[in-house]
């Protein structure tokens, strides 16, 4: 079976919108990694000279590959990621190889089957 892992690098606020829509679209979860750092494409630099970073968090969500293009679409609109230059980015890779998810699949196909 083909997956994908969409990563989605956004603001801790809006993580659980994310989380929400990914499920809504057919993910059966993810995991979260919070307080990531980053840097855009200037330095934020705050009154004391001190570059601000603001704390981000990474959604990973390895997904069904015939249901990752409805995810990718999900997450984006529900994290705001194209509305201006710092709300973050989606981006969605090859997966050679995923052991364990035989029953996620099963229980997701129960649950939202395939259109």
Do not use: W, Y
């Amino acid at each position: 079976m083909l997956f994908k892992l969409i990563m989605v690098f956004v603001d801790e606020d809006k993580v659980e919108d994310v989380m929400d829509a990914s499920r809504n679209a057919g993910a059966t979860g993810a995991t979260i990694i919070s307080k990531a750092r980053g840097q855009g494409l200037e330095k934020v630099v705050g009154i004391l000279g001190f570059e601000i970073l603001s704390p981000r968090a990474v959604v990973l969500i390895l997904a069904e590959g015939r249901r990752a293009e409805c995810i990718l679409e999900a997450v984006t609109e529900a994290g705001n990621l194209d509305e201006s230059l710092g709300t973050g980015i989606a981006i969605q890779l090859d997966v050679d190889k995923a052991l364990g998810l035989s029953e996620h699949v099963k229980e997701l196909e129960k649950k939202k089957p395939f259109v």
